[in-house]
């Protein structure tokens, strides 16, 4: 499929979809590829329809939010949300856009990850970091977390202390050790009312999954 094929999925903003999407996905990463922009576009969505905030401003953050996105093990992976919102920058102003508008959207991707553990200030910026969130929870969250754990070459669980009572925890060694790493931390820190309310029963299924992987061994 091309750009202009996946900009339909971002209605009611197609024609700025075909103008960001090429600049839009670093690498090939299919746990950061075009299908999570549109999964967190449409979170996006859903948060915006009962919060509020500028559309413009929300899609162009959620299309440009991993044009730079470091892999997990890659030793300055805190600072992709900083590359990521500086090139945004060039990219929308190179495209004419109002400095305040660059300006918004640079502050939402600066905010939105959890590694460079920065607050949102703007009611954009909290949309987007919890419907980029909503994506690392829930049966995709899971997916994505072995798909990623199994590109870095990681093992499912360490073979004698799998719930890691007597060491620390090591996401990037052990794939199930990022669930209580990152995980099951993430739905408490949910800025936006909806976004808590939709991030509830994406925790309850990593949590059950959780306990289910444990049983089984």
């Not at 931390?185 to 949590?207: C, M, N, S």
Request: proline letters at 3%; one cysteine or more; aromatic letters at 6%.
């Amino acid at each position: 499929m091309t750009d202009d094929d996946f900009a339909a999925g971002f209605h009611p903003f197609e024609a700025l979809a075909e103008t960001l999407l090429p600049h839009a996905v670093d690498g090939d990463d299919g746990a950061h590829d075009v299908a999570h922009l549109l999964r967190v576009f449409h979170n996006a969505q859903r948060i915006q329809a009962e919060e509020g905030g500028d559309g413009q401003v929300i899609a162009a953050a959620v299309l440009l939010h991993d044009c730079v996105s470091l892999p997990k093990n890659h030793p300055e992976r805190a600072h992709s949300s900083r590359l990521a919102a500086e090139k945004a920058s060039g990219i929308l102003a190179g495209l004419g856009w109002e400095r305040a508008t660059v300006e918004a959207v640079a502050h939402a991707i600066l905010t939105h990850s959890f590694s460079a553990g920065l607050l949102p200030e703007t009611l954009e910026a909290k949309i987007l970091q919890d419907a980029d969130r909503l994506d690392s929870l829930g049966a995709i969250g899971i997916a994505r977390t072995f798909y990623t754990a199994g590109r870095m070459a990681s093992k499912l669980y360490h073979a004698t202390d799998p719930q890691a009572h007597s060491r620390d925890l090591d996401d990037r060694t052990y794939a199930i050790d990022h669930f209580e790493a990152k995980l099951l931390k993430l739905a408490d820190g949910f800025k936006t009312a909806t976004g808590r309310r939709l991030a509830g029963e994406r925790h309850r299924r990593l949590a059950d999954f959780r306990d289910l992987f444990f049983d089984e061994l």
